[in-house]
């Protein structure tokens, strides 16, 4: 007998077509999906991440951080970004990306309702790995970009207060 023939042997069975390790012989795997597709790529966790143990980390923060956290979780959709102060990256709002139109919209925290292309000054990228943001030099927003930066100028200043009039409290 050839060594092809021989039983257990994984050669192509000429006569019928088939082999024997194909799809068609190992039985349908009827068991839960454990791979889920994709329906849209989303930095969610990046932010979840980046939230957690970069801009909002420690005690001090909880509050503020879970309110965000809850924000995310409602919200529908996919791409988030992170509004810095300054370079300093100071966290200042929760954005949301637009794809349409490449506005961002503010979901949570202090800043301008809506920002333009035109308004970002800066693009960072979070380095999960070394939990910190690193500026890229990009000048446009896309699914890479998880935080940024606007012009200086756009921050309102602190509103003037009246001073006291009269030293003393009434009696």
């Known amino acids: 007998m050839s060594p092809s023939r021989m039983p257990?042997?994984?050669?192509?069975?000429?006569?019928n077509g088939s082999n024997a390790s194909s799809p068609a012989?190992?039985?349908e795997y009827t068991g839960p999906r454990l791979y889920k597709e994709p329906s849209a790529k989303s930095n969610k966790f990046i932010i979840h991440n980046a939230l957690s143990h970069c801009c909002l980390a420690g005690?001090?923060?909880?509050?503020?951080k879970n309110r965000i956290l809850e924000e995310i979780?409602?919200?529908?959709?996919?791409?988030f970004l992170i509004l810095f102060r300054d370079s300093s990256c100071q966290?200042?709002?929760?954005?949301?990306?637009?794809?349409?139109?490449?506005e961002l919209s503010r979901l949570a925290g202090?800043?301008?309702?809506?920002?333009?292309?035109?308004?970002v000054e800066g693009?960072?990228?979070?380095?999960s790995d070394r939990k910190r943001f690193t500026q890229i030099p990009a000048k446009t927003m896309s699914m890479s970009v998880d935080a940024f930066t606007i012009q200086g100028h756009l921050w309102q200043g602190k509103k003037p207060t009246t001073?006291?009039?009269g030293g003393s409290t009434p009696k």
């Open 8 to 15: 257990g042997s994984r050669e192509r069975d000429w006569e």
């Open 25 to 27: 012989s190992v039985p």
């Open 59 to 64: 005690k001090v923060n909880e509050p503020q």
């Open 73 to 79: 979780e409602k919200s529908k959709a996919n791409h």
């Open 91 to 102: 966290f200042r709002a929760l954005y949301t990306l637009s794809g349409e139109t490449e």
């Open 110 to 119: 202090y800043g301008p309702r809506t920002v333009t292309p035109a308004m």
């Open 123 to 127: 693009i960072y990228k979070y380095n």
């Open 163 to 165: 001073p006291k009039k």
